[in-house]
Nanobody
Framework: QVQLVESGGGLVQAGGSLRLSCVAS????????MGWFRQAPGKEREFVVA????????YYADSVKGRFTMSRDNAKNTVYLQMNSLKPEDTAVYYC???????????????WGQGTQVTVSS
């Protein structure tokens, strides 16, 4: 089992920035692919970004490319999502997700955090 705890959500004006954090426990962090997904009201949950267990590259949805940056700190069992130039359409509950040796772009994660709300006002 993997436990994921997110933090860092909140209310921000359009054009502003937020940084989300997700701490993982329960499995060897270096084996985990880590990612962020989001779900806006009335919409399905969608992929935002993921980093594989090697940690070499992050893969972004087109809607956030150039504005969001994901990073991982294996020493702290933590991943971060730096969100810049936020738009009202980025408003959603953001979920940290993980799985062992899985490409999160193509396969649903086995483990999910509880979610953190991000609201961007216009």
């Amino acid at each position: 089992q993997v436990q994921l705890v997110e933090s860092g959500g909140g209310l921000v004006q359009a054009g502003g920035s937020l940084r989300l954090s997700c701490v993982a426990s329960g499995r060897t962090f270096s084996r985990l692919s880590m990612g962020w997904f989001r779900q806006a009201p009335g919409k399905e949950r969608e992929f935002v970004v993921a980093i594989d267990w090697v940690g070499g590259s992050a893969y972004y949805a087109d809607s956030v490319k150039g504005r969001f940056t994901m990073s991982r700190d294996n020493a702290k069992n933590t991943v971060y999502l730096q969100m810049n130039s936020l738009k009202p359409e980025d408003t959603a509950v953001y979920y940290c997700a993980a799985d062992v040796y899985v490409d999160l772009r193509r396969n649903p994660p086995a483990y999910w955090g509880q979610g953190t709300q991000v609201t961007v006002s216009s």
